[in-house]
């Protein structure tokens, strides 16, 4: 089992920057990636980014590359998302999830097994 807590989200204007974190406990060697997902109403979830838990490679949408970074500090478990440049169209409610090894692609929300509470990111234009 493993459990997430977000926080960081709130309300920003456009072109500000919000710092996500995502504190990680439990089974953590069941691990392989940690990934961001955003969800707006009336929609499926979205691939925003992800990071290999055990050599921090990552990986991000298109829509968000360049503009967010994703990483992990192993020794306090926690995953971080940095947002900079945020735009009306980022507003969304973020999760973390969790990715145990060998589950599939990692842009398939589907393939997470353990998901965070969300925290939600507004952005003002």
């Known amino acids: 089992q493993v459990d997430l807590v977000e926080s960081g989200g709130g309300l920003v204007q456009a072109g500000g920057s919000l710092r996500l974190s995502c504190e990680v406990s439990?089974?953590?060697?069941?691990?392989?990636?940690m990934g961001w997902f955003r969800k707006t109403p009336g929609k499926e979830r979205q691939f925003v980014a992800a990071?290999?838990?055990?050599?921090?490679?990552?990986d991000y949408a298109t829509s968000v590359k360049g503009r967010f970074i994703i990483w992990r500090e192993n020794a306090k478990n926690t995953v971080y998302l940095q947002m900079d440049g945020l735009n009306p169209e980022d507003t969304a409610g973020y999760y973390c999830?969790?990715?145990?090894?060998?589950?599939?692609?990692?842009?398939?929300?589907?393939?997470?097994?353990?998901w965070g509470q969300g925290t939600q990111v507004t952005v003002s234009s």
């Open positions: 999830a969790a990715r145990p090894p060998g589950s599939g692609s990692i842009y398939w929300p589907h393939t997470y097994a353990y």
């Open positions: 439990g089974d953590t060697f069941n691990i392989e990636y």
């Open positions: 990071v290999d838990w055990t050599d921090g490679n990552t």
